[in-house]
C-alpha cells in the first residue's frame, strides 16, 4: 500500500475506536512520526492533509525543519538532552518528553531567553520500565505543580509509551492509568492546563483512544517498516 492509502486507512482506524469510545475522531490530533523517513514520502502525507509532525532526534528535526515547508508544526517526541534544547526552543510546537527537573530548568531558560513560552508534556513512565524514560506516578504531582510555576513552561498534558505487547489489550491499563493522573492533577489544581494525553502507537493506537488520547504518534502504520 501507498503512504496515502496507508493514512487513510489509519484514519478510519482512528475514527472507527473514538466512535466505540462516543467520541469524535475530530478532537484527536494524529502526529506523523517521522524518524528515518525521506522527504519524499513526509511530503505524501502533507499532501494527505496531515500537518503535525513527531521526531525523536533533534538533529533530524532541525534538518527536516529547514527542508520542509513553514507552517508545519513540529513535536520533539524522542528523550531530550539539556544541552540541545536551545537547538529547538522555537521550533516545536510542543516537547512531549519533560522527564526530570534539569531539563524542566533549562526549558525554563531557554524559552525566556527567546521570549516565548515553551508548551510541554510531562512524561510519565506507568509502567516502571526500566528501558524508559519519564517520571513515576508518585513523582508526578509535586513534579507538575513545580514545573508550572515557572515562568518559561506551558505545561499541557502527560505523555506515556506503553511496553511493546502483540496484544494491545494488555496495555489498556496504562493507558487508563495516565487518564488517571490527569483527572487526579486537574483535582488537585497543580496549575497545569492538562489539555493533552500523548499515548498510542502504530502497535496500540485505537486501545489509547478509547481509553482518552487525543495526539496518537503514529509512524511505521503510515511509512512501513523503517530499514
Known amino acids: 500500500m501507498s503512504v496515502l492509502e496507508n493514512l487513510g486507512r489509519v484514519r478510519e482506524r482512528i475514527s472507527a475506536a473514538a466512535c466505540r469510545a462516543?467520541?469524535?475522531?475530530?478532537?484527536?490530533?494524529?502526529?506523523?512520526?517521522?524518524?528515518?523517513?525521506?522527504?519524499?514520502?513526509?511530503?505524501?502525507?502533507?499532501?494527505?492533509?496531515?500537518?503535525?509532525?513527531?521526531?525523536?532526534?533533534?538533529?533530524?528535526?532541525?534538518?527536516?525543519?529547514?527542508?520542509?515547508?513553514?507552517?508545519?508544526?513540529?513535536?520533539?517526541?524522542?528523550?531530550l538532552q539539556t544541552n540541545k534544547v536551545k537547538k529547538i526552543i522555537d521550533k516545536v510546537a510542543l516537547i512531549h518528553s519533560l522527564?526530570?527537573?534539569p531539563l524542566a530548568e533549562e526549558i525554563n531558560l531557554a524559552a525566556l531567553e527567546k521570549n516565548i513560552v515553551a508548551r510541554v508534556l510531562v512524561q510519565v513512565n506507568i509502567a516502571g520500565e526500566t528501558s524508559k524514560y519519564g517520571l513515576s506516578p508518585l513523582e508526578l504531582v509535586d513534579f507538575v505543580a513545580a514545573a508550572a510555576r515557572l515562568p518559561g513552561l506551558d505545561v499541557r498534558g502527560l505523555m506515556t509509551i506503553a511496553p511493546w505487547t502483540e496484544n494491545p489489550e494488555e496495555v489498556?491499563?496504562?493507558?487508563?492509568?495516565?487518564?488517571?493522573?490527569?483527572?487526579?492533577?486537574?483535582?488537585?489544581?497543580?496549575?497545569?492546563?492538562?489539555?493533552?494525553?500523548?499515548?498510542?502507537m502504530t502497535g496500540d493506537f485505537e486501545v489509547a483512544v478509547e481509553e482518552g488520547a487525543n495526539i496518537l504518534r503514529i509512524g511505521t502504520a503510515i511509512f512501513g517498516e523503517r530499514h
Open 22 to 79: 462516543g467520541r469524535s475522531p475530530e478532537e484527536i490530533k494524529l502526529l506523523a512520526v517521522t524518524k528515518t523517513v525521506p522527504l519524499e514520502m513526509i511530503r505524501e502525507v502533507i499532501e494527505g492533509g496531515v500537518t503535525s509532525l513527531g521526531e525523536n532526534r533533534v538533529q533530524e528535526l532541525v534538518q527536516k525543519y529547514r527542508d520542509l515547508p513553514i507552517g508545519l508544526e513540529w513535536h520533539l517526541i524522542g528523550h
Open 99 to 101: 522527564d526530570r527537573w
Open 172 to 200: 489498556r491499563p496504562v493507558f487508563r492509568r495516565l487518564k488517571e493522573l490527569a483527572v487526579h492533577l486537574k483535582n488537585k489544581k497543580a496549575g497545569a492546563t492538562l489539555q493533552y494525553l500523548s499515548m498510542g
